[in-house]
């Protein structure tokens, strides 16, 4: 099948992915005069009341803001926020399928990072969550460090988190596999972007050895110069031996290849001089940094890419519906790091139970053990991290 064409031609049928329904029925006076006036002023004058009602009376605590400015579309760049709307639409379709939550996409008009802020503050009390989508780096980090700060819900940047959760889940099954322990492993990301800089910190709270982050200069390291801010920040944390030079130079005898880059940046050579028995994760979509085939035949003894085409695909898909279905069912205000990780763990158990194998290290999205067990392990996390605000909902 020509995915593109075909998707096209649906689109086109569609006319957008999404519709919206309702739960009450409208077929009579009475229905009418329930689901709106005057029945309805009840409601409003509860919430009136005591706003926190707005919970248990209206759609609020199942509802999660899709938000992008359209500036890193997917592979497509900076495309705008029109153009990123299929992207959306299609990120609230899985959101519904795989974590029955409703999300509906708000595409802002401006790469500014005050705009977008007070564009989703002011709008936040119609949501449980909000969910950031395919905003440039450094930038995004700046708009999520912000949001944080000025709304009561979790904010939750999945091009950051969301790979992170798989990635790490991806890794501890991998290195059951080859017989390494987390804490004697040396890793290599090759992105230092929002999807390596949120990896490295999450691998590193989960008990990895060391992160070593290349971005266009080469490492990463503490001293740099022209690093912006989060660079900086990063460089405290990872590459504690000072590593520096190219990304084959800091490869030689890593254990570890993540790469959330470009195509084509790793070579048979490069895979070659890693450690024993290396894992390789090259996920630059759609053409990763190297091709399975290559890193296999150097010698890579366990490999995962985005893509659904090769063995273990590492798929945002797998934690982001059950992470925000854990956060909405308690009311979480934040996302922690610990209920990442708890998600994280879930993911890679659920492979485990299964037995694991070179080419199985995660499970299918479309598993439903994967929405049950990632989401109960948000749940846990968001009540001994502290920020669960309500008993479990009924979802």
């Known amino acids: 099948m020509d995915y593109s064409e075909e998707s096209l031609r649906l689109h086109r049928e569609w006319r957008g992915k999404l519709d919206i329904g309702h739960k009450m029925p409208v077929k009579t006076r009475e229905d009418l005069s329930l689901a709106y006036t005057p029945g309805v002023a009840a409601a409003c004058l509860e919430i009136r009341k005591d706003p926190d009602r707005c919970w248990d009376l209206t759609g609020r605590w199942n509802t999660v803001a899709v938000v992008t400015d359209g500036s890193a579309v997917l592979g497509l760049g900076d ?28 595409c802002v008009g401006s790469k500014d990072v005050r705009d977008i802020v007070e564009t989703v503050r002011l709008i936040s009390g119609s949501f449980g969550g909000v969910n950031l989508e395919d905003i440039s780096a450094p ?30 889940a991806a890794l501890r099954n991998a290195l059951k596999i080859v017989g390494k322990e987390m804490a004697d492993v040396r890793a290599v990301v090759s992105g230092a972007g929002a999807a390596g800089a949120a990896s490295a910190r999450l691998l590193l709270s989960a008990g990895l050895g060391d992160v070593v982050l290349c971005d266009r200069k080469g490492a990463v390291w503490r001293g740099r110069d ?22 084959a130079d800091v490869m030689r005898g890593a254990d570890v290849f ?15 001089s890693m450690g024993r028995d290396p894992v390789v994760f090259p996920m630059a979509n759609p053409v990763p940094e190297i091709l399975p085939g290559e890193a296999l035949e150097a010698g890579a003894a ?38 990442l990780v708890a998600a994280s763990g879930a993911l890679a ?26 989401s109960g392990a948000v749940v846990e ?5 502290g920020v669960a605000r309500a008993a479990m909902a009924k979802s």
């Not at 022209?226 to 990304?247: F, H, Q, W, Y």
């Not at 158990?349 to 990632?374: Q, T």
């Not at 996390?381 to 991290?385: D, E, G, I, L, R």
């Open 226 to 247: 022209g690093m912006d801010p989060e660079k900086a920040s990063l460089a405290e944390i990872t590459n504690r031996d000072l590593v520096r030079g190219s990304l």
């Open 258 to 272: 993540i790469g959330v880059s470009a195509a084509g940046l790793v070579s048979r050579d490069m895979v070659r």
């Open 139 to 168: 930038r995004c980090f700046e708009v999520e460090r912000r949001l944080k700060e000025a709304v009561d819900i979790p904010v939750f940047h999945d091009d950051q988190h969301g790979t992170a959760v798989v990635i790490l």
């Open 79 to 106: 495309i705008g926020p029109l153009a990123g709307m299929p992207v959306m639409e299609g990120k609230c379709v899985l959101f519904k399928a795989f974590g029955g939550v409703d999300a509906f996409p708000v």
């Open 381 to 385: 996390a968001a009540v001994s991290s």
């Open 302 to 339: 366990v490999v995962g890419t985005g893509r659904s085409d090769f063995p273990n695909q590492i798929n945002n898909v797998l934690a982001f519906p059950g992470i925000f279905r854990g956060a909405l069912d308690v009311r979480a205000s934040d996302i922690t790091q610990r209920m």
């Open 349 to 374: 158990g659920i492979a485990e139970e299964d037995g694991l194998d070179r080419e199985r290290i995660l499970p299918l999205p479309f598993d439903p053990r994967v929405r049950e067990r990632v």
